[in-house]
């Protein structure tokens, strides 16, 4: 079915208004669709009624839900929240309390639903946060944005923006994996999209440091020669990153991040040395890493090697230059052959061919939802 975006509101004046509202956000990320921009929190008066400070904010959402469905399960979530609904002519304080405002630019009018909200114009505590959001929604009625009707107000409302760690629930799909690995071809940005996570999810990050291996710009410009001397020192560094990596970590930290698993050695290395080198080299390859680290999420990144070439050179490093399309199809094949025969890991497939995740924040948020989704549906996970 087809995603459709509603915008909401949500606000809280009774107990701890914040985590409220957090966990309203957390059903609706679970429930109701992809919940793609927030507002900031602003504390506001209440209003229509005597009573404590409210929190406001608006949130745009996707969503497969028809309006009605929408609406049930958005009741839903306020009781689960214990919003209890007295008289509904009348104003009160309440744990949680979500309206729709607008649902793409559908206009209905029904006994249960009106939408757009038909008093979200007069209400400054719904215009503010969604200036933040959607300042150039037209009202389908009123055939004005949001800018314009927040002009058109009075401003006699006071309001103060709240320092918030609100957060996109999406983050809390990989917050319970301990450590996660992002892996993928050369130049698909597996050491940007590292970072992200480790920032955005509290996690330790350990990068590769592939600069540091003297081969490297050997081997690209003689690969036969210098491929068996770039995989082992690769495999010596990795190991001795891997087994270290404990001295590195931060223990106010969830986890860790990589941006690299250690079976990237044995997928390289399938690639560029000969069937005898190969032998040699797996033997070696399983001695020195049957002990360590065991991630329990690897996300494999997918994307064409024609925007890998565009990548490469857009990042620019002197020694990638003579990378081929054909050598990338290679990395890749072995990539899926060897993560496909593993059913007992927990691996998940991304194709980001359409986006740009490093340099679009929009894009990122895309990845996330994908990832979101994936793991919903993904194969048994592996113990922690």
């Not at 070439?309 to 990395?331: D, S």
Request: hydrophobic letters at 35%; one cysteine or more.
């Amino acid at each position: 079915m087809k995603m459709q975006l509603t915008y909401l509101s949500l606000g809280s004046n009774i107990g701890d208004k914040e985590k409220n509202i957090q966990s309203a956000l957390n059903d609706i990320d679970k429930i109701i669709g992809d919940i793609i921009s927030i507002s900031k929190l602003y504390e506001n008066s209440s209003v229509g009624f005597s009573g404590d400070l409210f929190y406001n904010c608006c949130i745009g959402v996707k969503t497969i839900l028809n309006p009605n469905d929408l609406l049930k399960n958005l009741l839903i979530i306020e009781e689960k929240g214990g919003r209890i609904r007295k008289n509904p002519k009348s104003y009160s304080s309440r744990t949680i309390d979500i309206d729709i405002l607008f649902y793409e630019n559908q206009t209905i009018i029904s006994k249960n639903l009106n939408i757009p909200h038909p008093k979200l114009h007069e209400r400054e505590f719904v215009i503010k946060p969604l200036l933040d959001i959607a300042k150039g929604k037209i009202h389908p009625s009123l055939k004005k944005s949001i800018l314009e009707i927040n002009d058109g107000l009075k401003g006699f409302q006071e309001f103060k923006e709240v320092d918030s760690e609100i957060q996109n629930p999406v983050f809390n799909t990989l917050s319970n994996y301990n450590n996660i690995v992002i892996e993928g071809n050369i130049g698909i940005g597996k050491t940007s999209l590292s970072k992200k996570l480790s920032n955005d999810l509290n996690k330790n990050l350990i990068l590769e440091g592939f600069k540091e291996n003297p081969f490297l710009e050997k081997f690209y410009n003689d690969p036969k020669r210098y491929a068996l001397n770039l995989e082992l020192t690769f495999l010596v560094d990795r190991c001795r990153q891997l087994n270290d990596y404990k001295n590195q970590l931060d223990l106010f930290k969830t986890g860790v991040v990589f941006d690299y698993d250690i079976v990237k050695s044995l997928i390289f290395a399938g690639v560029t040395l000969s069937e005898n080198d190969f032998n040699l080299y797996r033997n070696i390859y399983y001695f020195m890493t049957k002990d360590l680290i065991t991630p329990n999420l690897i996300i494999c990144l997918m994307q064409t090697p024609e925007n890998l070439l565009l990548n490469i050179e857009k990042r620019g490093r002197y020694f990638e230059k003579k990378i081929n399309k054909e050598y990338l199809k290679k990395i890749n094949q072995a990539y899926m052959k060897l993560f496909k025969s593993k059913t007992d890991w927990n691996i998940l497939f991304i194709d980001v061919s359409d986006i740009d995740f490093v340099e679009n924040e929009g894009h990122y948020l895309e990845l996330l939802f994908r990832i979101k989704h994936s793991l919903s549906k993904s194969i048994k996970k592996l113990p922690n």
